[in-house]
């Protein structure tokens, strides 16, 4: 089974746009389940400029799927995900001046930190995912920090500007994914995905997870979110009858 994580960060983002009360991400959520959504991930940054503390305390009460906050490695966010007990929190890395996520969090280069992260979320209940780029190296770092999932940014797929360069991206994203699953990690995928794009990813057996987020909303805006989430959920389940 492949399921699809609905990120409603930018339902929030169009909020703060204008500081109103409207649109509200919670509403989102419960339209994109309706729609078929298997969870809802929201990314609690540290500035808090589209998911504020507020929606993940309500979507913790109203999400019937799965609920996974996005967050950096920080004593604030270890703190605020024990409080609000998401079934899945996926540390990524975060600096302030990036308008969305700008790669895969370097778990080699910081393991000392991450480790207890993870132990400490897990010890609580709470599955802990690692966003991170599709390196092997990264893939066996976040299986002996315990992980129990990566998710691969597919940015470098999603970005690719020839043919040569997407064939690539897909190799590595295989490589890292067969990987994964040979160390019993959930390999999860994520990071500009979209209609178009979204089939190839889709059909790797390996990935039993898509986040996908910007491209939903921004058909959400035109059709609805409900059929939007309906549209993405089809489209992979027609990618994954094509496997790799």
Request: glycine fraction near 8%; proline fraction near 3%.
């Amino acid at each position: 089974m492949l399921r699809l994580g609905v990120n409603i960060d930018h339902v929030a983002t169009v909020r703060q746009a204008r500081r109103a009360r409207t649109p509200d991400p919670v509403h989102a959520a419960v339209l994109a389940e309706l729609g078929g959504a298997d969870g809802i991930t929201v990314h609690l940054r540290g500035d808090r400029r589209h998911i504020h503390d507020r929606d993940v305390q309500v979507l913790r009460q109203i999400v019937g799927t799965r609920l996974n906050i996005e967050m950096a490695t920080t004593q604030e966010m270890t703190h605020l995900a024990l409080t609000a007990k998401p079934d899945q929190v996926t540390l990524v890395p975060e600096r302030r001046e990036e308008i969305t996520t700008e790669g895969g969090l370097d778990v080699v280069l910081n393991s000392v930190q991450v480790r207890p992260m993870v132990k400490t979320l897990q010890d609580a209940g709470i599955e802990v995912s690692l966003f991170i780029d599709p390196e092997l190296e990264q893939v066996k770092e976040a299986h002996k920090v315990d992980a129990h999932a990566v998710e691969l940014n597919t940015a470098a797929y999603s970005e690719a500007g020839n043919p040569r360069a997407r064939e690539a991206a897909v190799r590595k994203l295989l490589d890292a994914a067969r990987l994964g699953r040979k160390l019993g990690l959930a390999v999860h995928a994520g990071h500009g995905l979209d209609y178009q794009n979204v089939g190839e990813i889709a059909a790797m057996s390996e990935i039993v997870e898509l986040n996908i987020g910007h491209s939903i909303v921004a058909r959400a805006v035109l059709v609805g979110m409900e059929r939007a989430v309906r549209e993405m959920a089809e489209t992979m389940r027609v990618g994954r009858t094509s496997r790799v």
